[in-house]
């Protein structure tokens, strides 16, 4: 837009002289953590402390077998760096392959150039969909407006003049403008703003806070109880030596260290997988969130629709000519010089001709008003926009033939004449209409599958457009949306209108404000949807950040993508289908495996509570937990985390891991109680009795096994077998390191047989009692 003699800007040699000033715009903080914060946060965790002080009083004991649990949480470590360093390598490298350019003038040329590149001074120009990326001077503008609601949380758009400042954080909703560069880098106003603003939005994750309240809650417990369970156990006369070794496998038993490796471990490798489908993925979390949303809202064009229009009619009325009615489409397009879907069109349709026509003034498309206009020296000015926000009412043709146009689909422009003055981004005064034009959007080609699909998994479709609703109903209907024609013109909603109510009976809105987009998705959350939301112009960027989930174009606007959780940079809408699966594969098959984890947590919590009352040794140490941990539990949920399983997510994460953790927790317990009583009447040694508990246990844990291993398949029952078949084989080959006795003796079979015969119908029956208890539906 600027003429580069006018502003030639900064010369290569003044460039260099501000970057040896450190007059540079810094790059953003990259979205993913660093290297050292994903080291330390691996490493120093507050169950890696409290193992660390557990294995310091078994090296006291001189136990050192006892300490192999350390093995574990060595592995676990540096699995969970290792994968996480792996999804930051992934993620970085498509953020900077997509981040935002700035276009500057230097030596009188344009450049595009990265966003740390920029130094104090640089002449940028930016334009409609851009984010501002420093704070600078208006130099030049073309009706350039910006929401600034970063800065001061209000969204109504700013016109910016001349003279006027920019700031960093803002986007451009309409207009083009040259600007100065004034502020960079950590000089910036608003600097730390930015920031947030090109950040990702925080994603509520159901299977984060959950596993974060586990750790919070076993934190308090778990010490306390240790410290308590020593106490009393030397009180009994007990050797320290036990009475150590006791309580460390009573706390070790507590930790479901494993859960937070395979819960991070899940979401690293999908987001690997998803990078690799050229889907950027901002944070972990909202892998998750999409998976749980039940009702997507659609932006139209650009995400239904390719976003390329073009021309089919046009129509000149009040005695023009159609050519003289195209020389001034010609004309008013190439003027407003707009790069949105609809400028394009028009002006690859209709050529400027040559004339004496001098622009005098420009109001640029707003979402908001709907409409653009330009002001001629010689007294005329010509408006283009949406039919009803130019003119109250039409003739009864005019109004069948635009009724005819939107039922089939096509967008209606009006375009009307004016002899007064455009001034204040207000409607011009006494409107003449002198025709309209027609244009046609084709439906993506993977739009009605992805739709289809969508539909069939119980995900509600809503399709919220500024265009006008019989349009938008009609793409809706050619792309398989159900319920198209529960439509409605928000343009003619009354300002008390309960928007809570009005979603539950609409799925198509049309002539939707930028503000109401926002008040629709706030309504659908209220009535407690989870929303997922689509777009890629700065008219959806008050919804997309206000939704659950946001799903961005890679060819979406740059305000639109610095605030989307997704950035599906292939722009195939279709593309969400992986992302939803993925999604679904890492809830459900961690909720699947979860209660494995916690089944260990909770029958050596209610273990060690028992125990503090009980004169007896607690009946476990250290070493016989690793077989329970490690086959039982650890390696068969890595396979299991790994399943294919897409099945809609139903019911509240912790509810759904607790039924079957209580139930196989609660068998545990009532196991080792049984058998502690049989032991004491018939004198058993305690490796007699911590040989059978621990057989017990792992029989139980089969059973947890095989229930949450459903649907079975032969690689299940292949594992299983597996597994039972190497548990049995440390009995038989691996007792004295894992301080377990002969398991072939008469007096302890006639025992166990007749307790792993019960454990089927002990587990089934507790877990239908968990599941009243916790109301599990």
Not at 581 to 596: F, H, M, P, T
Request: aromatic share 8%; with cysteine; glycine share 6%.
């Amino acid at each position: 837009m600027a003429d580069k003699n006018t502003y030639p800007g900064l010369s290569f040699a003044e460039v260099e002289e501000r970057k040896a000033r450190g007059e540079t715009n810094e790059a953003l903080e990259p979205m993913t953590r660093s290297f050292k914060q994903i080291y330390l946060e691996n490493s120093l965790t507050l169950f890696n402390f409290i193992n660390l002080i557990i294995a310091s009083f078994v090296i006291y004991t001189g136990s050192y077998k006892n300490l192999l649990f350390l093995g574990v949480i060595v592995v676990n470590t540096t699995i969970g760096i290792y994968q996480e360093l792996r999804a930051k390598k992934n993620i970085d490298e498509l953020t900077l392959l997509n981040q935002a350019k700035a276009t500057v003038i230097r030596n009188s040329q344009k450049y595009e150039i990265a966003q740390d590149e920029i130094v104090k001074n640089d002449l940028i120009e930016i334009k409609r969909g851009h984010q501002v990326m420093v704070d600078g001077i208006v130099l030049e503008t073309r009706g350039i407006e910006c929401d600034e609601s970063q800065l001061t949380g209000e969204a109504d758009a700013i016109l910016k003049n001349t003279g006027d400042k920019v700031f960093s954080g803002s986007f451009v909703v309409s207009g083009t403008a040259l600007i100065e560069a004034t502020h960079v880098g950590k000089n910036s106003y608003t600097s730390k703003l930015t920031m947030e603003a090109k950040g990702s939005k925080k994603v509520y994750s159901e299977l984060v806070h959950t596993m974060k309240r586990i750790i919070r809650v076993l934190t308090f417990g778990i010490i306390p109880i240790g410290a308590i369970l020593f106490i009393t156990s030397r009180f009994s006369n007990m050797d320290v030596n036990q009475a150590i070794l006791g309580t460390a496998a009573a706390v070790i038993g507590m930790i479901p260290e494993g859960l937070i490796l395979l819960t991070s471990v899940a979401l690293a490798i999908s987001v690997i997988r998803l990078t690799q489908r050229r889907v950027l993925v901002k944070t972990m979390g909202s892998i998750e969130t999409l998976a749980r949303v039940d009702i997507l809202c659609l932006d139209k064009t650009g995400t239904l629709t390719s976003g390329e229009l073009k021309v089919t009619d046009v129509t000149a009325v009040n005695g023009l000519t159609t050519e003289e009615f195209e020389v001034i489409i010609g004309h008013v397009s190439h003027d407003l010089n707009e790069d949105n879907a609809t400028g394009l069109a028009l002006m690859s349709n209709f050529k400027q001709k040559e004339s004496d026509w001098e622009t005098a003034h420009i109001i640029p498309f707003s979402s908001a008003r709907k409409w653009s206009a330009v002001e001629y020296g010689h007294g005329e000015s010509f408006v283009m926009g949406a039919p009803e926000y130019l003119f109250d009412s039409f003739s009864e043709l005019e109004t069948q033939a635009m009724a005819k146009a939107t039922s089939n689909g096509l967008r209606v422009l009006a375009v009307a004449k004016t002899a007064t003055s455009l001034s204040n981004q207000t409607l011009p005064n006494s409107l003449e209409l002198i025709g309209f034009i027609y244009l046609e959007d084709e439906i993506r080609a993977e739009a009605p599958q992805t739709l289809a699909y969508f539909m069939k998994q119980d995900v509600e479709i809503c399709i919220i457009s500024g265009d006008h609703p019989q349009t938008v109903a009609q793409i809706a209907r050619r792309a398989g949306v159900s319920e198209a024609d529960q439509m409605i013109d928000m343009s003619k909603l009354p300002a008390e209108t309960d928007y809570r109510e009005l979603v539950k009976t609409h799925r198509i809105y049309g002539r939707v404000s930028p503000e109401q987009k926002r008040s629709l998705v706030e309504a659908l959350q209220a009535n407690g949807r989870t929303v997922g939301m689509t777009g890629d112009g700065v008219n959806d960027i008050l919804a997309l950040k206000k939704a659950d989930c946001s799903i961005v174009m890679e060819n979406g606007s740059d305000a639109a993508k610095g605030i989307s959780n997704f950035v599906l940079l292939d722009s195939n809408f279709d593309s969400m289908v992986g992302v939803v699966l993925e999604g679904r594969k890492v809830v459900n098959n961690i909720q699947r495996v979860a209660s494995l984890y916690l089944t260990k947590t909770v029958f050596s919590i209610i273990l060690a509570v028992l125990f503090i009352f009980i004169a007896a040794p607690y009946p476990f140490q250290p070493i016989q937990l690793s077989p329970i941990s490690s086959l039982t539990v650890g390696i068969p949920s890595f396979f299991l985390a790994l399943r294919p399983n897409v099945a809609p997510i139903k019911g509240r994460f912790l509810k759904n891991v607790l039924e079957p953790a209580l139930a196989s927790g609660v068998s545990v317990v009532i196991y080792a109680m049984i058998i502690l009583i049989i032991g004491q009447q018939f004198g058993w040694t305690y490796n007699e009795t911590s040989t059978i508990t621990v057989w017990m246990t792992g029989m139980v844990c089969y059973v947890a096994l095989y229930y949450v291993s459903q649907p079975f398949n032969w690689k299940i029952g292949l594992m299983i077998a597996t597994s039972i078949s190497l548990f049995l084989a440390l009995f038989i080959f691996g007792g004295k390191i894992f301080a377990l006795d002969n398991l072939f003796q008469w007096h302890l079979a006639v025992v166990y047989i007749p307790l792993m015969i019960s454990a089927i119908p002990l587990f089934y029956g507790l877990k239908r009692l968990s599941r009243k208890i916790l109301k599990v539906k």
